[in-house]
Structure formats: structure tokens, C-alpha cells
């Protein structure tokens, strides 16, 4: 070794221990940042240094439709597909009212009825009960799938539920992802499978719209590894995941919805969740120029369409008359604070709509339950705001605006 690679030696090495000696030194004061290698990622709760308006938007500033709510479901469920006809009722109508009437909500509508007896039931207990308070929509009757004539069956079964007085149909993601030709097992049936043509005949004959799910975040059909945004939501719940097996994708299943929305043009289609592609409005606008029978609600996307404020709001401009006022939610929903119904659900989705305000948290839970990020509000002038709380749901619904009280004091009630 010669006199240069010696020094050169020692000197990297005086280096080191010198760096060595200030490491400890910082590491034996007071300083909590080691620490941090032990904090989880489910336990890191960041606070907003940002000061921002903070605005608390109480009641609506016109009364509510929520078109989109789940207050019964079925009492039994195999692999994803609802079987019973009885419901498992999740609140009375004594606890739903009222947080309804402090929150300006004159109307719920609970997508998930059912069917036979089971759809009867509910009907008598909430719409019946409280007229213009709930309406009802019934679903598939999946237990008889596998009957010869099952497709008329279906059809028979919607001509009934709505002599039972069932406002609409409701299809969960069951057909598309769940539903299988042996019911529980073995092939999936896809969303455009011509035996359900006759279903979806009879809604349009009807004159019964059909609120369909189809689809969930994109991010449930990517692996779910470090690059995916909702990672903590998908390992809480890894059932979610449509990543692996023999699931279509999000295309495959905007697709198939498309190609039966074509084959039936004279039934109204209610896409939920935007469409189910609210990470891609330019994809939702151009199905909605495309089909005329189709309108989208919010339920459950205000985390998506809050964090992209400019291009959500050229989009309620543009679809005004198309767009439906709706949440998800569910009473004793503890596990999915996005859609767990009560007051503070209602004042953020108030809050997007009705302010500017940014920065604020899409549902009540201190860590975001569907992915880490904060939304804006769109600040809706009050002609949109008429519509999307209650104008264009009463016209799905087919339902009559009254306005009418003492001393000047306007109420609106919905009548059909």
C-alpha cells in the first residue's frame, strides 16, 4: 500500500468514527424520531398544519332525496349473492326520522328490499308507514336462478313487486362478480347475459327504474401492494380485491353494462357511485352523452370527485339534470364510516356541495377510510343544488313536488 491509499484509508475511516460519534450523540438526547421506525401506518393520524375555512353546513339548503340507502338486507348470503327473501332490518323508522328531519332529509330511498315476502314487509313497515318518507326497491330473486324459466320468473317476480309498490329495481354487484352458474359456484354470469333481458324489459315497461352497481374503485382490480392508493382499506378488508381468480375487469365490466343498456333503451338506468368510474369522469360523461337512459348519484364518491374539485364541478355543470343525490348509507355501519348514517355523515356530503372550503375529511373517521386525502368543496349554485338534492331523483321516481305551508313558510313534500 503506498503513502496515498494510506491516508486516503485513514481518512475515510476518521470519517466514519467522527459520523459514528454525532450519530450517538443526537440518539442520546431527547429526540423522538427514532421512534418513528416503529410507528405503523395504521396508527399515523397527521394533523393539518393548514388553516383553512372550516365550515358546518347543518341542513341542507334544499330538502333531500337520498336515492341511494341500505336500511334492510337479506338474512342470508352465500359467496356475495343474497338468497332470502327475509330482510334483516338495520333501523326503525322512529331511529332513522329523526336525524332525517335535522338534516332536511324529506325522503330515503332503501335500494336493498328484497323480494316476495321479505320486499312485502319492508314496503308495509317504512312506506306504507311513513308515506313520502321511504320508498323501496326490490332485487333479483337469485335463489330461483337455477329453476327452468328462470328468466320469465324474474320478470314475473318484478311485474309483483311492483304491485306490491316497489319504486325501482336495485342490482348489486352480484351480477358481474358474484352470481356464478351453479348460483355460488362455478362460472360467473356476466351483467349483459341475455337471461335477464326479460328483467330488464319488464322495468322498462314498468316505467321502474333500475339502480345498478356494477363495479368498485379501480384500485379493487390492481394488486395491492405499495403502489396502490387504498392499500390500508384493501388489507382490512382483502375480500374486497378483485385482483386475482377468475374476476373481469373494470373495463370488462363497463363494457358488458354498456352492451345491455344498448339492447334496452327504453329502461332508465341509474349508475351508482358515478357510474362506478368517478376516478374517470371524461369515461362517465361520454356513456352518459352516449345513453340517454342513463343518470349516475355521488353515493360514496365524494372522497373521489373531491379531490378533482375543478373537473367534479365543469361536471355538475354539464350534467345537471343527470346527477342524483345519494350516500350509502347504512345504519350500524361501524366498519365503513364512509356510509355509517347519521348526522356528521350528512353535514360532510352538505359541506362538498354547498362551500368552498378545502382540505377537509369525506367521511367522520380519523384516518380516511378509503385512501389518504382530503377533498374540496364544489360550492354548487342553488339551480344545481335544487336538482341534485331533489329535482332529478323526483323525476326517476316519478314523483310530484308540492310546496306548500303557513305563513309563507314553504315545505315540499313528494307525492307520486
Not at 138 to 160: D, K, N, V
Amino acid at each position: 500500500m503506498n503513502r496515498r491509499q494510506l491516508l486516503s484509508g485513514t481518512g475515510i475511516g476518521l470519517v466514519s468514527a467522527l459520523a459514528a460519534r454525532a450519530s450517538e450523540k443526537v440518539s442520546s438526547a431527547s429526540d423522538p424520531l427514532p421512534n418513528l421506525n416503529r410507528l405503523s401506518l395504521s396508527d399515523y393520524q397527521p394533523s393539518s398544519m393548514l388553516h383553512t375555512l372550516q365550515s358546518r353546513v347543518e341542513r341542507a339548503r334544499y330538502p333531500v332525496i337520498d336515492i341511494h340507502t341500505h336500511i334492510t338486507e337479506s338474512s342470508k348470503s352465500i359467496n356475495g349473492v343474497g338468497l332470502a327473501a327475509e330482510r334483516n332490518f338495520h333501523a326503525t323508522p322512529d331511529e332513522l326520522l329523526p336525524v332525517m328531519d335535522r338534516r332536511n332529509i324529506r325522503s330515503m330511498v332503501n335500494l336493498t328490499g328484497g323480494f316476495g315476502s321479505g320486499l312485502t314487509k319492508t314496503i308495509a313497515k317504512y312506506d306504507r308507514a311513513f308515506s313520502g318518507r321511504f320508498y323501496t326497491f326490490t332485487e333479483p330473486c337469485y335463489s330461483r336462478f337455477l329453476e327452468p324459466g328462470y328468466p320469465g320468473i324474474q320478470a314475473q317476480a318484478i311485474e309483483q313487486a311492483h304491485r306490491s309498490g316497489a319504486r325501482g329495481l336495485k342490482i348489486l354487484k352480484t351480477l358481474g362478480l358474484y352470481l356464478r352458474e351453479s348460483t355460488t359456484a362455478g362460472k360467473l354470469v356476466k351483467i349483459d347475459d341475455p337471461r335477464f333481458d326479460p328483467m330488464w324489459d319488464a322495468c322498462g315497461q314498468l316505467d321502474m327504474p333500475v339502480a345498478i352497481h356494477i363495479s368498485d374503485p379501480i384500485a379493487f382490480f390492481t394488486p395491492t401492494d405499495r403502489f396502490n392508493e387504498r392499500y390500508e382499506e384493501l388489507t382490512n378488508h382483502p375480500d374486497w380485491s378483485f385482483y386475482r381468480g377468475d374476476f373481469p375487469s373494470n373495463l370488462e365490466l363497463i363494457e358488458a353494462r354498456n352492451r345491455m343498456m344498448a339492447r334496452h333503451k327504453n329502461t332508465r338506468f341509474i349508475v351508482l357511485h358515478v357510474g362506478n368510474f368517478a376516478e374517470n369522469l371524461d369515461n362517465v360523461g361520454e356513456n352518459l352523452d352516449r345513453f340517454q337512459n342513463m343518470t349516475v348519484d355521488i353515493a360514496a364518491r365524494i372522497g373521489e370527485l373531491g379531490r378533482q374539485p375543478r373537473a367534479s364541478r365543469a361536471f355538475f355543470e354539464r350534467y345537471q339534470d343527470r346527477i342524483l343525490f345519494g350516500t350509502d348509507a347504512t345504519p350500524l355501519a361501524d366498519n365503513y364510516p364512509q356510509q355509517l348514517f347519521g348526522d356528521e355523515l350528512y353535514e360532510i356530503y352538505y359541506r362538498f356541495l354547498e362551500t368552498d372550503d378545502e382540505y377537509f375529511d369525506y367521511a367522520p373517521a380519523k384516518v380516511p377510510p378509503q385512501g389518504r386525502w382530503r377533498i374540496s368543496g364544489l360550492n354548487l349554485p342553488s339551480p344545481i343544488l335544487r336538482k341534485v338534492y331533489n329535482e332529478n331523483a323526483a323525476r326517476e321516481l316519478r314523483l310530484t313536488i308540492e310546496q306548500h305551508g303557513p305563513h309563507g313558510k314553504s315545505e315540499v313534500r313528494f307525492s307520486a
